[in-house]
């Protein structure tokens, strides 16, 4: 229903609302077919716990819906991601050819330093101590390599 107001002569004025024309737009819009493929169409919508998130919630979900995260929060992944890479490497190695050996060693370095980069810059940005990771030994590393391309 639209506000309505009387004049100094009593008579009564309806005026338009901001509601009343939205309500028309979205009803425009819905004749349109505007809202037909939505997500969730004809369910509830699933809700987010953000109470962990405190006061910054709508700053996580905002970042979340735009496909992003804080600078620590990638720094991380990009860790787990080259973590991962020098784990594969390793499971690899015995598999390889002996004339390979100095290749994949100079690719484990390489791997170590830009893990190395990343867990820098995680532990830089991180709020807490708890999302700190080790920086990666490259000598213990190498060891590695080398007791698994021996057998051992």
Known sequence: MSPQ??????????AHS???????QIREAMEAGAFKDLPYQGEP?????????G??????????NADAA???????????????EIE?????????????????????????????LAIGRLNAEAPTLQQH???VDVTELLGRLERTVQGG
Request: no cysteine; hydrophobic share 40%.
């Open 5 to 14: 107001r009387r004049d100094s002569d009593g008579r009564i004025h309806t």
């Open 45 to 53: 919508l699933p809700i987010e716990d953000d109470a962990a998130a």
């Open 88 to 116: 594969q490497l390793l499971a690899r190695a015995p598999r390889s050819p002996a004339s390979r050996r100095a290749r994949l060693e100079a690719e484990l370095r390489q791997l170590a330093e830009d893990a190395n």
């Open 133 to 135: 990771r080790r920086i």
């Open 18 to 24: 901001w509601e009343s024309l939205v309500e028309k």
């Open 70 to 84: 804080p600078p620590w929060i990638e720094a991380d992944k990009e860790a787990r991601r080259l973590l991962a």
């Open 55 to 64: 006061e910054w919630a709508m700053a996580h979900r905002m970042l979340r």
